[in-house]
């Protein structure tokens, strides 16, 4: 958790967060930004480094309360409270040099991250010019600041009512012809930084401007911030946010930037509920505060399975309700001023409470409240005969109405409340201490052997929950998030500790690892990560997804419970789906879980060919996945307004065995186009270029992935040991799991025989004792 410091309104909509984050405060840099998330139902979101103090060890970002969380940022944390992550600092940091004459120009909330690089830029020798432009005088903000830093600033008005009248646009075209800069640094809204951009290009004057665009891990994994710029595509989390931005194919960026905009304003239209409900029901403690005529006669229905189905299966009859479903129910308690239902208790749950946070979809008050009489609400909520006790007392019954269904509600809370965090216990006399880079399979196999060991044992994790690929890739459908939690909490109990949004190569470097924190081995199991694509027309629409980010929103960020989860995924009726691996398979079968009515399979090689396994292509068709083998696609086709309308794709014929023995596909002179509002590409992975960027000295393939040992997994750095994905490219569970044991040994060997030789040698590392993995 990451605690607030300071909290500072300067308008309505715009306040400051100065956060205690020590980490981030060490190497944060003008130009960075962070990745935030308010709670476990939360969306990450990107905020701009403003400031930084490494001293205190606090960071301050600027916010403008626009959709909903940083609308609940606003209204509902406070100086002290505490939030759930703070990620970074990511992106690169601005290049401050000596260019003589620099400007920078901040629009609204782009004066906040204008700061620290008006200082950099200042501190480096500059003349800095500062031009900041606001609505009205109520909204300006750091004039003080910035005059500090600036050799000239001028504030402007949009309606005159402070400084200069009118845009800054205008302010910096009469700056460049009477005192032409050598830089201009442009940050604000993206319509702002464009019409910057197309001041400075006439004059030929260099700009760069900060993106700070839709993303979903920060990382460079999903492919979300993607943007063109020279006619390359890039990610800004990685390879920005500053860009040259004469180079920045902004309409293709603006497009982008709207691709979620009718869910956002979905969830805001919820969010307005909340918050009429909370300043009814809280606030003015207002109580039977409906009238019973706008209220459902009868229950909302609880799901079942079919009888032909339950007569084949174990599984649970009754499955329970959704968030639609018990919101909607929860709807039907005028919450009483006197609540009958009480008496009718036998524990004598505060029953209007604990729906009253259901109401403001707060499920962890609403656990409480029951945990204040009853330990079991998940059990109760299934077997206790509530039609007897507590909703046999319901008001609702006396106006003929079927009372609140008080036990589906206490069941929903207790199976969706999330669950109090388990401390791991501590290593004695440890082998030695080891830092595992990435908690997926190969992470968390080489944790095991290695805490077996006798070895301290940190696994850090870029996102904010542990898992990795087994969390965000799989579907739930295929790995139960039970199953992974369960796994996770033993391995805690085995003495392993983990650290969240730590990204390796931004918040600490290998370095450090090795170095003042003082850990004697690293293995690096990041995973591949970053997604690829073909390249064709039509492919940077906001409909189209990378697999990453598609299976991230859903299985990792709770998309498919949008927008009671804060994280959109827009699909449509239609979804195409390139490629046909086992993730291809996962992103066909996701799709038609979140309802579109046709999902296809598009796959320039036969069904033969397929990587995936036969018996994901069997569920796949089972489920009503449409595939159209032999198609390649070359041009994704767009509508007027940029959006996704089809995918035109070349039919193929199969030719040759290529190098691994399949027929290589060769194309035909026929075209078909397929109709669609999506589309996914499940095309592989390529390396993640931060830890080899951030590690000097670290041997890389052509391809940049880490060169290492295949028996050892050591690689050519002194202690730093990598495996899996980020070493072999795309590849099985199995075979990460495989790399970190062998990993494991070797670190274990090399430990145990005083980090002598470097590197071990494989032929006694591979001889060393390999230890039983951890057992419930």
């Not at 750091?142 to 402007?156: F, G, S």
Request: charged residues 25%; negative net charge.
């Amino acid at each position: 958790m990451t605690r607030i410091v300071r909290r500072e309104q300067f308008s309505e909509q715009t306040f400051l967060w100065e956060v205690d984050a020590p980490d981030v405060a060490q190497a944060a840099e003008a130009g960075h930004f962070v990745m935030l998330r308010l709670d476990e139902a939360g969306e990450r979101i990107p905020l701009t480094v403003a400031d930084f103090d490494r001293e205190r060890g606090t960071v301050t970002v600027v916010v403008q309360a626009l959709g909903r969380t940083t609308r609940e940022m606003r209204d509902r944390y406070a100086a002290g409270d505490h939030f759930a992550d703070f990620v970074g600092p990511l992106g690169l940091p601005q290049h401050i040099e000596h260019a003589g004459h620099v400007v920078l120009v901040g629009g609204g909330l782009g004066v906040a991250p204008v700061y620290p690089q008006l200082r950099a830029f200042k501190q480096a020798g500059n003349r800095t010019t500062c031009i900041v432009g606001f609505r009205h005088r109520e909204l300006i903000f750091w004039a003080d600041k910035l005059r500090e830093w600036a050799d000239e600033l001028i504030v402007c008005t949009d309606d005159g009512s402070f400084g200069r009248a009118g845009f800054v646009t205008a302010a910096l075209k009469d700056l460049i012809e009477r005192d032409r800069p050598d830089l201009v640094v442009a940050i604000g809204p993206m319509p702002m930084m464009q019409a910057c951009t197309e001041t400075t290009r006439p004059f030929g004057v260099a700009t760069k401007v900060s993106l700070n665009t839709i993303m979903v891990d920060g990382t460079g994994m999903c492919g979300s911030c993607r943007v063109t710029v020279g006619g390359e595509v890039k990610f800004a989390c990685v390879d920005g946010p500053d860009f040259d931005a004469h180079q920045i194919d902004f309409r293709e960026l603006l497009a982008r930037q709207k691709r979620f905009k009718a869910q956002e304003q979905e969830a805001n239209a919820d969010l307005d509920h909340v918050c009429s409900l909370e300043e009814l029901l809280v606030k003015q403690g207002k109580r039977t505060y409906k009238k019973y005529s706008a209220l459902e006669r009868t229950q909302v229905p609880m799901p079942e399975r079919e009888p032909h189905e339950r007569a084949q299966t174990f599984d649970e009859v009754n499955l329970g309700y959704d968030w639609a479903a018990a919101l909607r129910e929860s709807e039907r308690c005028i919450q009483c001023v006197k609540p009958t239902c009480i008496e009718g208790c036998p524990v004598r749950i505060d029953i209007p409470r604990f729906i009253r946070h259901l109401l403001l979809r707060d499920l962890e008050s609403a656990v409480d409240a029951i945990y204040d009489s009853s330990p079991f609400p998940s059990v109760c909520g299934r077997v206790c005969p509530q039609e007897s006790q507590c909703e046999a007392q319901c008001v609702l019954v006396k106006a003929k109405m079927q009372p609140v269904a008080i036990g589906r509600l206490e069941r929903f809370v207790g199976d969706f409340a999330a669950q109090r965090p388990v401390e791991p216990p501590k290593v004695d006399k440890p082998l030695g201490r080891v830092a595992i880079v990435g908690s997926g399979p190969g992470g968390l196999a080489a944790a095991a052997d290695l805490v077996k060991l006798g070895a301290e044992v940190t696994v850090y994790e870029a996102l904010h929950v542990i898992g990795g690929v087994l969390r965000y890739g799989i579907p739930s459908f295929r790995l139960p998030r039970d199953i992974i939690d369960r796994e996770v909490n033993r391995l805690r109990d085995g003495g392993v500790k983990f650290e969240t949004n730590k990204v390796i190569g931004k918040t600490f470097r290998i370095e450090q690892l090795t170095g003042d924190m003082g850990f004697d081995a690293v293995f690096v199991a990041a995973g591949a990560g970053a997604p690829s694509f073909l390249g064709i027309p039509g492919e940077s629409a906001g409909q189209v997804y990378s697999a990453n980010e598609f299976l991230t929103r859903v299985n990792l960020m709770g998309g498919d419970r949008f927008p009671y989860r804060d994280t959109p995924i827009g699909l449509g009726q239609r979804v195409v789906v390139i490629g046909a691996g086992n993730t291809a398979m996962d992103c066909l079968r996701t799709a038609r879980r979140l309802g579109a009515a046709e999902v296809r399979c598009v796959y320039r090689r036969s069904e033969a060919e397929a990587p995936a396994r036969v018996e994901e292509l069997r569920h796949a068709k089972e489920e009503g996945v449409v595939f159209s083998f032999l198609h390649a696609p070359v041009e994704i086709l767009l509508d007027e307004a940029g959006d996704v309308r089809g995918m035109k794709a070349q039919r193929m014929a199969l030719g040759e065995p290529d190098a691994r023995g399949r027929r290589s596909p060769v194309p035909l002179d026929e075209f078909v186009e397929f109709a669609c509002d999506t589309v996914i590409y499940a095309l592989g992975t390529k390396a993640n270029p931060i830890v080899g960027r951030a590690t000097q000295g670290l041997a890389l393939d052509k391809r940049g992935y880490i060169v290492a040992d295949e028996t050892t997994q050591a690689t050519n750095l002194r202690g730093v040991f990598a495996g899996g994905d980020i070493v072999t490219g795309g590849a099985t569970v199995i075979l990460a799991m495989a790399a970190g044991r062998r990993a494991a040994r070797a670190i274990g060997h090399w430990l145990q025989h005083g980090r002598a030789d470097w590197p071990p040698a494989p032929a006694e590392a591979a001889a060393s004792p390999q230890p039983e993995t951890l057992t419930p």
